[in-house]
């Protein structure tokens, strides 16, 4: 199971972090990514990580705002988020694959969180 928390309400150039717990799986054979789906629109990938940690991506959109981590002594990827937009608003999902290959297709995930909310106002 996943399960990511750390979604709230935060003002335009404010800051959040996303937490997502692995339990039940070897957390580190897993590639690890965070998407996201705002209003309206599909689900798009947001940063991927490697099982390592040693191989990231970030979409053009979060470059330089956005980072993401793991550490797998608690089976936990982060995904810190600074500089906040209106337009970052979406539903947040953390995504696990199977290999331990960093992925940006959606279809290559087998597991998935429940989803937490980032609202950013203007």
């Known amino acids: 199971q996943l399960q990511a928390s750390g979604g709230g309400l935060v003002q335009a150039g404010g800051s959040l972090r996303l937490s997502c717990v692995v339990s039940g799986r070897t957390f580190s054979r897993y590639g690890m990514g965070w998407f996201r789906q705002a209003p309206g629109r599909e689900r798009d990938v947001v940063a991927a990580i490697s099982w390592s940690g040693g191989t990231t991506y970030y979409a053009d959109s979060v470059k330089g705002r956005f980072t993401i981590s793991r550490d797998n002594a608690k089976n936990t990827v982060y995904q810190q988020m600074n500089s906040l937009k209106p337009e970052d608003t979406a539903v947040y999902y953390c995504?696990?694959?199977?290999?331990?290959?960093?992925?940006?297709?959606?279809?290559?995930?087998?597991?998935w969180g429940q989803g937490t909310l980032v609202t950013v106002s203007s």
């Open positions: 995504a696990g694959r199977n290999g331990q290959a960093m992925g940006t297709i959606q279809s290559s995930y087998q597991y």
